[in-house]
T-cell receptor
Framework: KAGVTQTPRYLIKTRGQQVTLSCSPI?????VSWYQQTPGQGLQFLFE???????NKGNFPGRFSGRQFSNSRSEMNVSTLELGDSALYLC?????????????FGPGTRLLVL | AQKVTQAQTEISVVEKEDVTLDCVYE???????LFWYKQPPSGELVFLIR??????QNEISGRYSWNFQKSTSSFNFTITASQVVDSAVYFC?????????????FGRGTQLTVWP
């Protein structure tokens, strides 16, 4: 099976702009989670989607949003970008069934906000 | 609250040395899952192993072995005969049980550098 794919891989934006990141999960995986990784804060959970519904949300401002489509693909959006949003954004997918709780990660999108 | 602590921020070894990465976790859940992930410079988190809280059997897989001890809330990871390709950041993570959904709580990671 193909792994988790994320597009774009690299992105440069300026403050105030908005950005949309995309994640395609492993075939058959219906749960998609997003994480932000920065040198200062480490890996932080953003949100988790399952069956097009947000099931969990981390402690991030409302500028961070996401959605999941019927084919399990997911997008996350960051509006009004700030310098502190520069980070590696990682998407993970999971097959939701008993004993299949392992999250598999994509290569990430590196966002630089200038 | 859930918490994962990786006290070692950086470790340097010479090739063929054995190295152990420490992980201590905190949770009040009786059912939980523990993970180790590896992050090479490319950035992708690569899954290495998962352990359920009710399965304390330790395991050896090739050059990798894991030591899970509930009594000390530790889940340590050992690489035997390290290689340069093992150089990466290693993350320990915890996931709460009770649901097939759930976030991962990560430690801050341990940067492992293996010198030739």
């Amino acid at each position: 099976k193909a792994g988790v794919t994320q597009t774009p891989r690299y992105l440069i934006k300026t403050r105030g702009q908005q950005v949309t990141l995309s994640c395609s999960p492993i075939s058959g995986h219906r749960s998609v989670s997003w994480y932000q990784q920065t040198p200062g804060q480490g890996l932080q959970f953003l949100f988790e989607y399952f069956s097009e519904t947000q099931r969990n949300k981390g402690n991030f401002p409302g500028r961070f949003s996401g959605r999941q489509f019927s084919n399990s693909r997911s997008e996350m959006n960051v509006s009004t970008l700030e310098l502190g949003d520069s980070a590696l954004y990682l998407c993970a997918s999971c097959e939701v069934s008993v004993d299949q709780e392992t999250q598999y990660f994509g290569p990430g999108t590196r966002l630089l906000v200038l | 609250a859930q918490k994962v602590t990786q006290a070692q921020t950086e470790i340097s070894v010479v090739e063929k040395e054995d190295v152990t990465l420490d992980c201590v976790y905190e949770t009040r859940d009786t059912t939980y899952y523990l993970f180790w992930y590896k992050q090479p410079p490319s950035g992708e988190l690569v899954f290495l192993i998962r352990r359920n809280s009710f399965d304390e059997q330790n395991e050896i897989s090739g050059r990798y072995s894991w030591n899970f001890q509930k009594s000390t809330s530790s889940f340590n990871f050992t690489i035997t005969a390290s290689q340069v390709v093992d150089s990466a950041v290693y993350f320990c993570a915890l996931r709460r049980g009770g649901s097939t959904l759930g976030r991962l709580y990560f430690g801050r990671g341990t940067q492992l550098t293996v010198w030739p």
